[in-house]
């Protein structure tokens, strides 16, 4: 009976020992940016300090939350007088490797997908990876000297067709209060075809 009774007290042992492990399988680092990263921004300030920018609504809101195989977001960019109908979509999986948070930035293999305007907000949960285009763009964020995000896409960008471009590159900068986004088009030559030339979008948390 003493035998039984340790082999089943070991059971257990190993049993409570392997849910930490699990519930822990997020490090400090990647929960302190999904704690940043969610939200809903607004680039209004920046608009009406500068009659060149458009007042921008960015929503970034998690999905698939059962999945094990990533921290999965819904993102939508739209003009604020147009909100229910949004210029960019994409589905980002979030991740740590190498000590950098990486967001991998995939769209919709059906491009069209979200433009269906009956249903609002769209109904990302009814999808899958599955829907999603095997070509994704990463952007890797480390920590800088105040504890924030900075990232940026690979060396070369990623490969890219809006407006005639061939590279896609952006520069990010995330805190708790705001994110600074630089999308930029380039030729295979180099030449900046579309995109700010200044600096990024200063997009500030409103929810």
């Known amino acids: 009976m003493k035998k039984i009774c340790f082999c089943l007290t070991g059971l257990v042992f190993l049993i409570v020992l392997s849910v930490p492990?699990?519930?822990?399988?997020?490090?400090?680092l990647l929960q302190k940016f999904l704690g940043r990263f969610a939200g809903t921004y607004s680039s209004e300030r920046m608009a009406s300090e500068n009659p060149?920018?458009?007042?921008?609504?960015?929503?970034?809101?998690p999905i698939w939350k059962d999945r094990s195989d990533g921290a999965w977001f819904y993102l939508e960019q739209a003009a604020?007088?147009?909100?229910?109908?949004?210029?960019?979509?994409?589905?980002?999986?979030?991740?740590?490797?190498?000590?950098?948070?990486?967001?991998?930035?995939?769209?919709?293999e059906n491009k069209d997908?979200?433009?269906?305007?009956?249903?609002?907000?769209?109904?990302?949960?009814?999808?899958?990876?599955?829907a999603l285009d095997a070509k994704y763009c990463d952007i890797?964020?480390?920590?800088?000297?105040?504890?924030?995000?900075?990232?940026?896409t690979p060396d070369g960008g990623c490969q890219n067709s809006f407006k005639g471009a061939?590279?896609?590159?952006?520069?990010?900068?995330?805190?708790?209060e705001f994110l600074i986004s630089?999308?930029?088009?380039?030729s295979q030559?180099?030449?900046?075809?579309?995109?700010?030339?200044?600096?990024?979008?200063?997009?500030?948390k409103i929810e």
């Open 140 to 152: 890797l964020f480390e920590v800088d000297f105040s504890g924030n995000f900075v990232g940026k």
């Open 166 to 176: 061939q590279v896609f590159t952006n520069e990010s900068y995330l805190t708790k």
């Open 113 to 130: 997908i979200f433009l269906d305007g009956e249903e609002r907000p769209f109904p990302i949960e009814r999808f899958s990876p599955s």
């Open 189 to 204: 030559e180099g030449k900046q075809l579309w995109g700010p030339e200044d600096f990024g979008y200063l997009f500030e």
């Open 21 to 28: 492990m699990q519930a822990s399988a997020q490090s400090d």
């Open 52 to 61: 060149s920018r458009v007042h921008v609504i960015l929503t970034i809101k």
């Open 182 to 186: 630089r999308d930029r088009g380039w």
């Open 80 to 108: 604020y007088h147009q909100r229910e109908v949004p210029y960019r979509t994409a589905v980002l999986k979030v991740f740590e490797q190498d000590g950098k948070i990486i967001s991998r930035n995939y769209t919709f």
